[in-house]
């Protein structure tokens, strides 16, 4: 009986959903902040409660606020749920707006259930919408809407909540969408399943076709009419062309619905006081929130151990099975966000109660759909009491889960043990990854995109032979066998060969084949570059950036030329020295170059050298001397800390400035400067981008030598004529005894250290013409041998 229950149980009392369709009768042009609004008003009716009681409005993220950079042409609120609340005639103490994921909606709910538990909160209402439809449609239009809302006031903005699921490795490899990274997921768990192409993907079609046919039976989904199991998993070129294999583009989300939904909350005492029918009270049994690793340091690509568990804890926590539970909505972007949970639950893909109660990924609705799922099946309880409910709700790339479990039964709260269970998915160490991936590898899963006009690229997870590392390689472009064997039969456990490029991994058949893709290239200094200039001088190289107008900043076509002429530069017997300096008497380089956006066929990544080809460059024997002319930020200075040596002219700055930005110093700053200069004066640095004149940067080890404004390049050449003097494989020797021993703390045993280098050095002519010269007393003639 509700009599018995605590009075500070949270209980659900009212849900709304809403939405309309571009050009249809009663389409009033609303915009995301209206239609949640509208979803609010309906979840207040259904409880019978007014606007004004509300004390906190949490809002799920909408699609054009998910990610940074999203444009919004229409225009957007600046607090989107006090936006909302101000629709409703509401004003809530505390207004969230959470992470984007499609976790959000069971999250929130979970989260201020045990607020009002706490007495924390009492009346909490939780709110989703979306207009990109109208967006779409009327973002060119003359007599488009205007969006824009400016309410300010307290909020509570929890970010993007992106950690983990965008990285600069999987990007330059190709897996930069949910669509390539859930194939991934998707070929690991066929291949686990031991289906063919084929029979894997009927399977997927009747999975899906049972979806489709509820999202598109749904009044508030964006389905639109039905589609068998054909029509939405096979290919055409035409109609239905493959955006990521085994997904062709009927499987991706439709993210062009204009919907609505929200879900109230109180406490049983509110709920009393407020005057809500006891039959509109629904109580969250048992709820979880888990979160898996991120895609690569997973043990296992095709199962959902955090998905899984987070369902098997909501339901203990419920006392109950599986078997009791009466209507399942488990949601994820793509079939194996959901098939993967199904094998850890052992379900089946046709459960007589369904799996879904809105559609799935075919419903549309963006971060809000769980919203619509809660909604849905507070419905089905109502209509049965004391039946129990389930709603798994996904977000990322099987990666964020959030379980609630639903009964109109009364119950006390009962709280979970989610941060506990946490710890135990995050005891075992990662799987261990290979940057630079060479040498025989086995395929541990793939997948095929294609870009504009339909050219593939086969995207292949590998394991490395020697030690069992997991990478990420491409294609290379015109291996149709390799792309045949990808989109033939199943590839995984097969043997392949793995290759380390400046543009990133790349995978062949074989290592013959690998040399005939992939052959190697003369380490060899052209006449010309497009965005720097080079001279010799004797034994001397001298490298100019050459890019005046962006101060010298450098964009990663720059910097792969850069990693050219270095290489060159190692690899030439009769170049001894360089120089690195920049265009004009403004800047050395301002770091990089933020505007830069990539044409066709530019790298859109520094190279595996690093920034400027040199920030991660590897075992640095030749020394190169940074001349400094006016100020090095950012990347600039990280080019700087690079170099062996640094002439600064008197205009010189030096500065690590990325947190003026928002980011960070990722090309080495951060472990480099605190090794040259103190550490509080590094960290301040650092987390201040202050930066530092020529003169406190001598005084305090950062700059060899400072000379006259606009001298920097001729006191970089004094500089240079002077290590002329020496032998260049004793000078040579010098760094690599420098780097071989400067990961050796304890200075005796650095000492004690015996380099291969120096026995080799012994054997040198140069030794034997230095010590020749210095008994007949003359210059001595090095033939760096």
């Not at 590897?618 to 090095?632: D, E, L, R, S």
Request: glycine share 10%.
């Amino acid at each position: 009986m509700a009599s018995d229950v605590d009075p500070a149980t949270p209980v659900l009392v009212g849900v709304g959903r809403v939405s309309e369709r571009v050009g249809e009768a009663g389409y009033a042009r609303r915009s995301a902040v209206a239609l949640a609004a509208t979803a609010a008003r309906l979840a207040l009716a259904d409880a019978g409660v007014p606007a004004s009681a509300v004390d906190t409005i949490a809002g799920v993220r909408q699609l054009e606020t998910s990610a940074p950079g999203r444009r919004a042409p229409l225009g957007r609120a600046d607090n989107t749920p006090r936006a909302i609340a101000a629709e409703i005639g509401a004003d809530p103490a505390r207004a969230v707006l959470d992470v984007a994921g499609g976790q959000s909606p069971q999250r929130l709910v979970n989260e201020f259930a045990a607020e009002i538990a706490a007495g924390r909160a009492r009346v909490v209402l939780i709110v989703g919408g979306d207009a990109v439809a109208t967006t779409r449609a009327l973002a060119d239009a003359p007599d488009r809407p205007d969006f824009h809302r400016t309410v300010g006031g307290q909020l509570d903005d929890r970010g993007y909540g992106l950690g983990g699921q965008v990285t600069r490795y999987a990007t330059q490899h190709g897996l930069r969408g949910v669509a390539a990274q859930c194939a991934v997921l998707e070929n690991a768990r066929r291949a686990r399943t031991g289906l063919t192409a084929a029979a894997y993907r009927t399977a997927m079609g009747r999975f899906l076709a049972r979806q489709h046919e509820v999202a598109a039976a749904d009044p508030h989904g964006a389905a639109g009419a039905p589609l068998d199991a054909a029509d939405l998993v096979t290919p055409s070129e035409a109609r239905n062309p493959l955006v990521a294999t085994p997904y062709p583009r009927a499987l991706t989300a439709p993210e062009d619905g204009n919907q609505g939904a929200a879900v109230l909350l109180c406490s049983l005492a509110a709920a009393l006081e407020l005057g809500v029918p006891t039959r509109r009270w629904v109580f969250l049994h048992g709820h979880a929130d888990l979160a898996d690793r991120p895609l690569l340091d997973r043990e296992d690509l095709a199962t959902a151990p955090a998905a899984t568990l987070a369902v098997t804890h909501a339901l203990e926590i419920a006392g109950i099975d599986l078997a009791r539970v009466r209507t399942i909505d488990i949601d994820g972007p793509f079939p194996v966000a959901v098939l993967a949970v199904l094998d850890g639950l052992d379900l089946t893909p046709d459960d007589p109660r369904g799996l879904t109660l809105t559609g799935g990924a075919f419903f549309g609705g963006g971060n809000h759909r769980a919203l619509h799922a809660i909604a849905a099946t507070v419905a089905r309880l109502r209509a049965a009491p004391g039946t129990f409910g389930l709603v798994a709700a996904g977000g990322g790339v099987l990666k964020t889960h959030s379980v609630g479990v639903y009964s109109t039964a009364p119950t006390d709260w009962r709280p979970d043990a989610s941060a506990r269970l946490q710890a135990t998915l995050g005891a075992a160490p990662p799987v261990a990854t290979a940057l630079l991936a060479d040498g025989p590898a086995t395929i541990e899963s793939w997948t095929v995109t294609r870009d504009g006009a339909g050219v593939p690229t086969g995207i292949v997870v590998g394991r490395l032979d020697r030690d069992g590392r997991r990478f990420l390689a491409t294609t290379v472009d015109g291996d149709d066998d390799l792309i045949a064997l990808l989109e033939g039969a199943d590839p995984v456990g097969t043997r392949v060969h793995a290759t380390s490029t400046d543009l990133g991994n790349r995978v062949t058949r074989s290592s013959v084949d690998a040399a005939r893709l992939l052959p190697a290239t003369m380490a060899t200094l052209r006449e010309r570059y497009e965005h720097i200039l080079v001279r010799r001088d004797g034994h001397v190289l001298e490298v100019t950036i050459n890019r005046p107008e962006r101060r010298n900043a450098l964009h990663p076509p720059a910097s792969h030329e850069l990693t050219s002429i270095f290489d060159a530069y190692t690899a030439a017997d009769d170049l001894w020295v360089a120089i690195l300096t920049g265009a004009g008497e403004e800047a050395f380089s301002a770091g990089a170059d933020l505007r830069f956006r990539p044409g066709p066929g530019q790298p859109t990544a520094s190279p595996t050298t690093g920034f400027a080809g040199l920030t991660s460059r590897p075992a640095m024997t030749k020394p190169v001397i940074a001349a400094v002319n006016g100020f090095a930020l950012g990347g600039g200075t990280e080019i700087v800390l690079a170099c062996h040596l640094v002439v600064a002219d008197e205009t010189a700055s030096f500065g690590l400035t990325e947190t003026r930005v928002g980011l960070v110093p990722g090309a080495g700053g951060l472990v480099r400067l605190p090794r040259v200069l103190p550490m509080a004066i590094a960290t301040e640095m650092v987390l201040t981008g202050r930066r530092m004149g020529a003169r406190e940067a001598h005084e305090r080890g950062l700059v060899n030598r400072v000379v006259p404004a606009g001298t920097a390049l001729a006191g970089a050449r004094e500089l240079a004529a002077e290590i002329l003097a020496s032998s260049p494989t004793a000078v040579r020797t010098c760094l690599e005894i420098i780097n071989e021993t400067r990961g050796i703390a304890d200075t005796a045993e650095a000492v004690l250290h015996r380099p291969a280098a120096l026995d080799d050095l012994w054997v040198t002519a140069d030794l034997v013409e230095g010590t020749r010269a210095f008994v007949e007393k003359r210059a001595p003639r090095w033939r760096n041998r």
